[in-house]
């Protein structure tokens, strides 16, 4: 009887799949694998003196990491990467501007949401366009695999896509699209620089999108969900947040944007999820 038990035992262990527990392993190896953006200022980017890389989503990756108890490394990635890097496990956390759909949440799990991100659209000065609307049908450019492309896709628009959006926004320049969608700090950004370089740009008033951010991990991996959430309302409540969000986006900074939301539920957030 006692052999015919041990026997069933271990059949019972061998056929029930082993669970990896990803905080366990961050907290054994003392390290948090982060994915940032490889080149999109002023998120994460080469700082043009030391080589460096620097920004907003950086910093974030570091309070992160030491809010913790680990160090950070840190593995640039390309716009579309974001999702399957960490979906794979090649990185534990992606920082780089996340933002929320339908379709990634069903790849991996977000956090919850630090601030609510826009869409924007940017056309020539010259162009009438008022609205999203009035570019329905048209070519408009954007990164490859970003939130920007689902947003022309779901305004009737035709996306044209780069691997960054510097290339969409030379494609505007060029006249191979009659618009560009990115986040407001960059179209912010790009507007600013078309006035001294280039066509002059406008951004048209009505968002695109609205997107919470949030930071992206595997999914079934609840403690290190718990200890990333419990580390962003801390950081929020400190003041950190708000403290890196001033020196890369703020009001002093080129892109001039006031942080109004805090670290909350993303059930909290009144937007209409994209596919």
Known sequence: MKTTLLAAGVMLAAATPAFADQWQDIVARKELKCGTFADVPPFAAPDPKTREMVGFDV????????????????????????VPEVQ?????????????TTSRANQIQFSDPYYVAKEMLAVKASNPAATP????????????????????NL??????????????????????SVGMVANTMTITKLVNQSKTSGSPLKMVEAPMLLEPVGIGMKKNEPELLAK????????????????MWNKWLGPDTEFKMTREEH?????????????
Do not use: C
């Open 59 to 82: 910093d974030m990756r570091k309070a992160l990491a030491k809010h913790l108890g680990v160090s950070a490394a840190v593995t640039p990635l390309s716009v579309e990467a974001r």
């Open 88 to 100: 794979m496990g090649r990185v534990d956390v992606t920082i780089a501007n996340l933002a929320y």
């Open 133 to 152: 609307a009035d570019l329905k049908g048209k070519r408009i450019s954007a990164a490859k695999g970003s939130t920007s492309e689902l947003s022309i």
């Open 155 to 176: 305004n009737g628009s035709d996306p044209v896509t780069f691997q960054d959006t510097g290339s969409a926004y030379m494609a505007l320049q060029q006249n191979k």
């Open 228 to 243: 990333v959430n419990e580390a962003l309302y801390a950081l929020d409540k400190s003041g950190e947040i708000n403290a």
């Open 263 to 275: 670290v909350q539920p993303i059930t909290a957030i009144q937007f209409t999820p994209i596919p």
